[in-house]
């Protein structure tokens, strides 16, 4: 498919320089599956004014030709990914965006979506990484089977770096390589933010083109630390339908809303919408109610990403440690979607 992509972009000619997108290195990065191709196009120039033109009919093109893919074009410009300074240069410089996902409370399955979604970037073709850092119940390292992991520390131009495990391509560090279970009420407060700081700052992340950071439920000083020392690009907030209408979710809203804070709403995901049987794959039972997430999404003015059904593959995925957007395709592919329509929100706010 990446070929068949390459082929068409051949055909697209910069009317200024006169070559073609691929032989003139325009293109960045491929990333195709059935249901979606994100495709980044870099200009060296910068306010290139063929640009525009040029994503124009790339994305016709695509379109045409895979009438059943999503097609998403990115322009980039200039040699280098525009990204402001970081507060601290640290080994999360290297990164290009970072997404939050949140929740007003636990249990609604905030960490099972951070998952997924970190799964269905990587499908997109993106160099991912996971940052765990719910401290009341780091669950990344059972989620993705590393559950035993030590981190090793490793000198990198004169400064100690905590290597992540990797797992499924994601590289993943979590504030649970360093607790056991028990410890977990010990670590809150100061020490845990000492502990997540070294692992924003220290970890040897490499290049990524997404972080997706599993925050801690509710709004609290943790996150607030958080929010100081990454700079996050978007956030995401997870809730199920019965949380949904509670004061909890509305705060975590207000939260990234806050002037201070400032850090745009990619959207709400509706997790465990409805709940479907193994045996009857297409019928759909509401047990928490329908529709919650999509009107407070409206009522807020936030979008709304999608919803996630109750399934068994998803609790199970969580238990074997193999998120299910990697193992059972209806999962997948209702992760690609909302993974797609979170990249299209972070590109276009630029930040
Ligand atoms: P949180 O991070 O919000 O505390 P988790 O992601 O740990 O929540 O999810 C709580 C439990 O619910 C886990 O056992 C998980 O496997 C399960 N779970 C989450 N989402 C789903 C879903 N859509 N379908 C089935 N089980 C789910």
């Not at 770096?161 to 607790?179: D, K, N």
């Not at 059972?328 to 992760?335: H, K, L, T």
Request: charged share 25%.
């Amino acid at each position: 498919m990446e070929e068949q992509i390459k082929r068409l972009l051949a055909t697209v000619i910069h009317p200024e320089t006169g070559t073609d997108l691929v032989s003139g290195g325009y293109v960045e990065r491929i990333a195709a599956s059935e249901a979606a191709i994100t495709l980044t196009l870099r200009f060296p120039k910068s306010r290139d004014p063929f640009a525009v033109k040029i994503k124009n009919t790339v994305e016709q093109l695509l379109a045409e030709h895979f009438p059943s893919a999503k097609v998403l074009v990115i322009v980039r410009e200039g040699g280098a990914a525009p990204r402001p300074e970081p507060k601290v240069r640290s080994s999360a410089a290297d990164i290009t965006r970072i997404i939050a996902v949140a929740s007003g409370k636990g249990g609604v399955g905030k960490s099972t979506v951070a998952a997924n979604l970190a799964v269905a970037l990587r499908d997109l073709g993106f160099r991912v990484g996971l940052l765990d850092a719910d401290i009341y119940g780091p669950s990344q390292p059972k989620m993705f089977g590393v559950e035993g992991y030590v981190p090793d520390a490793e000198q990198e131009e004169g400064v100690d770096r905590i290597v992540p495990a990797v797992a499924q391509e994601i590289r993943l560090m979590s504030i649970g390589f360093f607790i056991r279970p028990t410890d977990a009420l010990l670590w809150r407060g100061a020490m845990a933010t000492n502990a997540l700081k070294q692992m924003i700052h220290q970890t040897k992340w490499g290049p990524l083109d997404f972080l997706v950071c599993d925050l801690p439920p509710g709004t609290g000083d943790i996150h607030l630390s958080i929010i100081s020392e990454l700079k996050i690009d978007a956030a995401v907030i997870v809730s199920t339908p019965q949380q949904m209408a509670v004061a909890d979710v509305v705060r975590g809203i207000e939260m990234f809303r806050n002037e201070q804070v400032a850090i745009p709403i990619a959207g709400i995901i509706e997790n465990m919408a409805w709940f479907t049987p193994e045996e009857l794959p297409d019928n759909r039972y509401y047990i928490f109610g329908r529709g919650g997430a999509r009107r407070v999404a409206g009522e807020y003015g936030v979008p709304f990403l999608g919803e996630i059904p109750l399934v068994r593959s998803l609790m199970e995925g969580g238990e074997e440690g193999r998120p299910a957007a990697a193992i059972d395709p209806r999962v997948g592919e209702r992760y690609r979607e909302i993974a797609d329509r979170i990249v299209g929100s972070v590109m276009k706010e630029g930040r």
